[in-house]
């Protein structure tokens, strides 16, 4: 699906995708609540993550020294960005941040707080059940709209809904072995989608009940 908005007459689409940021350099300027929220939600790869920022939030100082991310406690520099695969512009001045979208190699993924139509991707709300992500965004026109969608969908999937997830992907990894014909792993894959189990023992049965079948 693309994402459509048009400002000045001129339209930006945007792609939904998920993104595996593994081994990609991730650079965030800024130490506000906005650059620590990215941070918290970039924390899976924080490995590859670099903070540009002569001052941070507390939070942020607590999350990057209990997770052992790199920290240039300074002011924005070029070099800074010159390898970045993906860069989180949120300082709380336009001149830098326009400065820093200047000087962002043409391949790097650019994130801008300060006014997302300057930058390549958005951030979109998420809801996550371990394997499950569902994603909504509204390309920048209600944030509190996207919230309230969020809440809305929210009961839908309670917290031990992951486990059904999983229960999901195993039974499908077992299936597509079976010694049937697609038809029938079609309809088994079905059955366990159309009828959900909740409970872990009866999940754990028909686990079972496939293996004895391989």
Do not use: C
């Not at 001052?55 to 924005?76: G, H, R, V, Y």
């Not at 499908?172 to 010694?179: E, F, N, S, V």
């Not at 909740?198 to 754990?204: A, D, F, I, S």
């Amino acid at each position: 699906m693309l994402r459509i908005n048009r400002i000045g007459g001129a339209i930006i689409t945007y792609l939904p995708l998920l993104v595996n940021l593994t081994n990609k350099s991730i650079v965030i300027i800024g130490g506000g609540k906005v650059a620590e929220r990215r941070l918290s939600q970039l924390l899976d790869f924080k490995q590859s993550i670099t903070v540009v920022s002569p001052t941070l939030t507390d939070t942020m100082k607590e999350i990057i020294t209990i997770n052992n991310i790199k920290w240039s406690n300074a002011p924005f520099r070029k070099e800074d960005i010159e390898n970045a695969d993906l860069i989180i512009v949120a300082t709380n001045d336009e001149t830098i941040n326009d400065n820093i979208i200047k000087h962002a190699p043409k391949t790097a993924w650019i994130n801008a707080a300060h006014h997302a139509e300057k930058g390549t991707i958005h951030f979109p709300i998420t809801l996550k059940r371990g394997r499950l992500q569902i994603a909504i965004s509204t390309g920048g026109a209600s944030p509190l709209l996207a919230k309230r969608i969020k809440k809305e969908i929210d009961s839908q999937f309670p917290e031990d809904y992951e486990g059904y997830i999983d229960f999901l992907f195993e039974a499908r990894a077992i299936i597509k072995k079976l010694d049937i014909n697609k038809t029938e792993k079609h309809q088994l894959l079905k059955d366990i989608v159309h009828n959900p189990i909740y409970e872990t023992e009866k999940q754990q049965t028909i686990i079972t009940t496939l293996k004895k079948q391989m």
